[in-house]
């Protein structure tokens, strides 16, 4: 058996630390980051999504004569429009209440 210097103790404890600090900072930094980048695309595109659905059903109200004739010719559809999104709003709000209690209990 032969015995080890103090020097090569000292490279052996260099070596295990450095190899913890990475294992317990950088790799959960890492998967973190990947979660916010995946919750930020998400983001971006649902709200893509909500505005699209916007305009949809904006448009749709428009073509239809639905309100023509009325005082409410002009601002009808839009105020459909802003009805569906936030019912919309409120949908997602309660689904997403009921995820968490959920994952709560």
Do not use: C, D, N
Not at 17 to 39: C, D, H, S, W
Not at 61 to 73: K, P, R
Not at 83 to 92: E, H, K, P, Q, R
């Amino acid at each position: 058996m032969a015995k080890s210097s103090p020097l090569e103790g000292a490279q052996q404890i260099q070596e295990m630390l450095v190899t913890y600090a990475k294992q317990e900072t950088v790799e959960p930094l890492k998967t973190l980051g990947r979660y916010l980048g995946f919750g930020v695309a998400g983001s971006l595109l649902m709200g893509l999504g909500v505005l699209f659905a916007g305009l949809a059903t904006l448009r749709l109200t428009q073509t239809f004569s639905l309100f023509s004739g009325s005082s409410w010719a002009s601002m009808g559809p839009y105020a459909l429009a802003l009805a569906v999104l936030l019912l919309s709003m409120v949908l997602i709000y309660l689904a997403m209440s009921r995820a968490k209690k959920k994952v709560l209990s």
